[in-house]
């Protein structure tokens, strides 16, 4: 069960993702959750840093996707002004959502990975779905009230997996001791 919520890489933040890293692993498509892993919760315009973030993907030929549980029309307006492509009611932590931006953008599960701030939802997503998965700390501390239930639970299940998996720490890049 452990090995269904443990992430790949944990990075301190997703403007910390360097585009060029993810080019060398093979990375083609971004997905990432909405609310406070790419913009504040509440906060639906982003800001300049995530801009540049957005900026230096473009560069590198790679695709970001927003994977979201919200509805359609909540992701719509929070992505409109950044002009992202997304999969709303992607009801993560199950796959679906995943398997459905891997079609649409014709990717291997070599060539995505997920970007979350959660591990009871985008992290355990990601290996339902046999991708690598990217744990950031989320951008603003407080959540919304249905994400602090997960939130409460979190932290039991990440003190078992830093128990297990002592190499794996909040660090500025994709550096995965566990696959050296």
Do not use: C
């Not at 591990?119 to 603003?140: C, M, Q, Y």
């Not at 039991?156 to 696959?179: G, Q, T």
């Amino acid at each position: 069960m452990l090995a269904r919520l443990t992430p790949t890489w944990m990075i301190n933040a997703t403007y910390d993702i360097n585009p060029k890293e993810l080019k060398r692993l093979g990375i083609k498509v971004v997905l990432t959750d909405l609310d406070n892993t790419l913009i504040a919760w509440n906060n639906p315009y982003g800001t300049e840093e995530l801009r540049e973030w957005m900026t230096s993907l473009e560069r590198e030929n790679i695709q970001l996707v927003v994977v979201s549980n919200n509805s359609h029309r909540r992701v719509k307006k929070a992505v409109a002004s950044l002009q992202l492509p997304f999969i709303s009611r992607a009801l993560k932590p199950f796959s679906g959502g995943i398997r459905r931006a891997m079609r649409q953008y014709h990717v291997t599960k070599e060539e995505v990975v997920m970007v979350g701030d959660q591990l009871l939802t985008d992290v355990a997503a990601a290996n339902f779905s046999g991708i690598p998965s990217i744990l950031v700390k989320p951008i603003i501390e407080s959540d919304a009230w249905n994400t602090k239930i997960n939130r409460f639970f979190e932290r039991f299940v990440m003190h078992a997996i830093r128990k297990k998996h002592p190499e794996l720490k909040f660090r500025k890049d994709l550096i995965n001791e566990r696959n050296k």
